[in-house]
């Protein structure tokens, strides 16, 4: 079947900082896959997504890649700040089979 | 402005009182789902809907039930909650296409006594 493994952290890094949280998946087929973003006390929301191998989906400074060969999707981030600090979901669609999300890690950014 | 609309944010019941979790989107979305959130387990699945009419179980379905009368609509009802229920509970609704991202709610943080 399908499923998201990722680090699950805590992440604690001070602000400025290099972010990058992995994320692998299993998947038959060509899946698409996102990363969702929860702020305290809120809903996920979609960070940035891509549908097909080597695709980079990208959003306020963070990026991820589309690695079929390696079947993992990491987030990064060049320099983090202090309001980046949520929990961050992997996720994979496999053609409408339904979403599949990782555990999700909790990254705090210190000042 | 889209939007998932869950209602209440929050509630707190008593065992065996059954309770209605509603949730609305505003985007003429085919897909709905319910799911909850507990700490160290991530997002699981409840149930979910493909269209009106049509609803299928998730990962953990045992205690929940659903309705998709209306393509808009898609209530979580606990006919007998318990307090293994106790968790934060939200809707998402997506497009028909397979790419199509997830829109999540606000939540609903559930306690039962």
């Known amino acids: 079947g399908n499923s998201v493994t990722q680090m699950e952290g805590p992440v604690t890094l001070s602000e400025e900082a290099f972010l990058t949280i992995n994320c692998t998946y299993t998947?038959?087929?060509?899946?698409?896959l996102f990363w969702y973003v929860q702020y305290p006390g809120e809903g996920l929301q979609l960070l940035l997504k891509a549908t097909k191998a080597d695709d980079k989906g990208s959003n306020k400074g963070f990026e991820a890649t589309y690695r079929k060969e390696t079947t993992s999707f990491h987030l990064e981030k060049g320099s983090v700040q202090v309001s980046d600090s949520a929990v961050y979901f992997c996720?994979?669609?496999?053609?409408?089979?339904?979403?599949?999300f990782g555990p999700g890690t909790r990254l705090s950014v210190l000042p | 402005e889209a939007q998932v609309t869950q209602n209440p944010r929050y509630l707190i019941t008593v065992t065996g009182k059954k309770l209605t979790v509603t949730c609305s989107q505003n985007m003429n979305h085919e897909y709905m789902s319910w799911y909850r959130q507990d700490p160290g387990l991530g997002l699981r699945q409840i149930y979910y809907?493909?269209?009106?009419?049509?609803?299928d179980k998730g990962d953990v379905p045992e205690g929940y039930k659903v309705s998709r009368k209306e393509k808009r609509n898609f209530p979580l009802i606990l006919e007998s909650p318990s307090p293994n229920q106790t968790s934060l509970y939200f809707c998402?609704?997506?497009?028909?296409?397979?790419?199509?991202?997830?829109?999540f709610g606000n939540g609903t943080r559930l306690t039962v006594t």
């Open positions: 998402a609704s997506s497009g028909s296409s397979y790419n199509s991202p997830l829109h």
């Open positions: 998947a038959t087929g060509y899946p698409s």
């Open positions: 809907s493909m269209n009106v009419e049509v609803t």
């Open positions: 996720a994979l669609d496999n053609y409408g089979q339904n979403f599949v």
